[in-house]
């Protein structure tokens, strides 16, 4: 059965029950609670739960302010606003002032298509993790999601989490065995490439090395939960054993994850590199799926991408 739990709702359960034992998280929200999915939580801990309204600056600089008391914040809200609205107060309030804010960017990506460009955030991985000490993980299904959100509330960082709208398929079976923290994770195993992907694009980069073993292709994936800080050794690896790289990322083609990942590649082992993601232009609107399939971000459209990729490499 495919699954029907969002990895928004995932976050919420995780941090009600979490919540629930530890009187120290709070959640701070900008008239999110809907997309958010925060019902329960705000019902059943009402005092751990704060309402500023479409305010999503004073909601970074109200959270910073209660963590400076010690209190465990989570700022909730699409990310759309929070990486650009309240840029200035995630810079001043929680990097620079040295306060542990947990920034849960939500319906992050082409999640809100159809919304049009105002609510695509395809640049908050290149900025926010041009931040000094600021963590940034996106995580590809329910249980990688359950992973992170526990893991967030046991360490006092700052941190910067996205995550899709609508349910994506599991690529683990349990919460335990998704997520160490700065450590990719190898979905699939291969020795004639490597695709490195992050968040929910995870499902679609094992629908193209599917189809890529289907011709006998064999391609290893790369599930880089956390973008920073970046397991350089996994990256280095695939490098040198699979001698061709493909990033896939819902995210612009600059900055992200292919831009770290040509970091790593270009300074100690260069290879031939592809970096799939939004092209350089203001992006089409649509469904989340109708504008991954427009940029050629859907298994078979990168599948044919990591071909091209591999008659380079060969030619």
Request: charged residues 20%; hydrophobic residues 45%.
């Amino acid at each position: 059965m495919s699954n029907t739990i969002p990895n928004r709702k995932a976050f919420t359960r995780t941090l009600t029950v979490l919540a629930q034992k530890d009187p120290s998280i709070f959640v701070v929200t900008s008239d999110a609670r809907g997309s958010v999915t925060l019902d329960e939580f705000a019902q059943l801990l009402p005092n751990q739960f704060v309402e500023v309204g479409i305010a999503e600056q004073n909601e970074v600089g109200i959270a910073a302010g209660m963590a400076t008391f010690g209190k465990k914040v989570f700022v909730c809200a699409p990310a759309c606003f929070l990486s650009t609205r309240s840029l200035e107060q995630v810079k001043v309030d929680v990097i620079y002032s040295g306060n542990p804010v947990r920034v849960i960017g939500i319906s992050g990506g082409v999640s809100y298509g159809a919304l049009g460009f105002s609510h695509q955030s395809l640049h908050d991985f290149a900025v926010m993790r041009t931040f000094p000490n600021m963590v940034v993980i996106a995580p590809s299904d329910r249980f990688q999601t359950e992973a992170v959100t526990r893991w967030l509330a046991e360490h006092d960082v700052p941190a910067y989490v996205r995550m899709g709208r609508s349910a994506v398929p599991d690529i683990y079976t349990t919460a335990d065995e998704s997520f160490r923290f700065g450590k990719a994770n190898m979905v699939r195993p291969g020795s004639d490439g490597t695709i490195i992907t992050t968040g929910e694009m995870v499902a679609h980069a094992v629908d193209a090395a599917m189809l890529l073993a289907g011709q006998g292709i064999q391609v290893r994936v790369l599930d880089m939960h956390t973008i920073k800080p970046i397991d350089r050794e996994a990256i280095l690896l695939a490098a040198k054993e699979t001698g061709v790289i493909l990033t896939l990322e819902e995210h612009s083609i600059f900055g992200g994850l292919g831009a770290a990942v040509a970091e790593i590649t270009g300074q100690d082992y260069p290879v031939p590199l592809d970096i799939v993601g939004i092209a350089d232009e203001i992006p089409v609107e649509g469904s989340a799926y109708d504008v991954l399939h427009h940029y050629g971000m859907t298994g078979p459209s990168v599948a044919q991408r990591m071909m091209k990729l591999l008659r380079k490499r060969h030619s």
